[in-house]
């Protein structure tokens, strides 16, 4: 099973809604909710890279990008 970071829902959308309904959002989700435990010998950033991107370990770095959490990944 491949998993995603981005998952998506569908809200209710009510009759008397005064707005343009949006039928679908997105969220993010981190990559350690899909690591049980932390196996040895991870590949690791180097201390510069790790420090611009918050994590040791590429594994569990989870990129925050506006366009992919909008539902638009790889556009």
Request: net charge positive; aromatic share 20%.
């Amino acid at each position: 099973m491949h998993y995603t970071q981005f998952k998506a829902y569908y809200p209710y959308i009510g009759p008397f809604d005064p707005c343009p309904p949006i039928r679908e959002k997105f969220y993010n989700t981190p990559p350690q909710l899909y690591m049980v435990y932390q196996p040895p010998g991870l590949p690791q950033y180097s201390p510069y890279e790790a420090l611009k991107c918050g994590t040791l370990w590429p594994a569990l770095f989870g990129p925050y990008d506006a366009k992919a959490v909008e539902g638009r990944v790889g556009t």
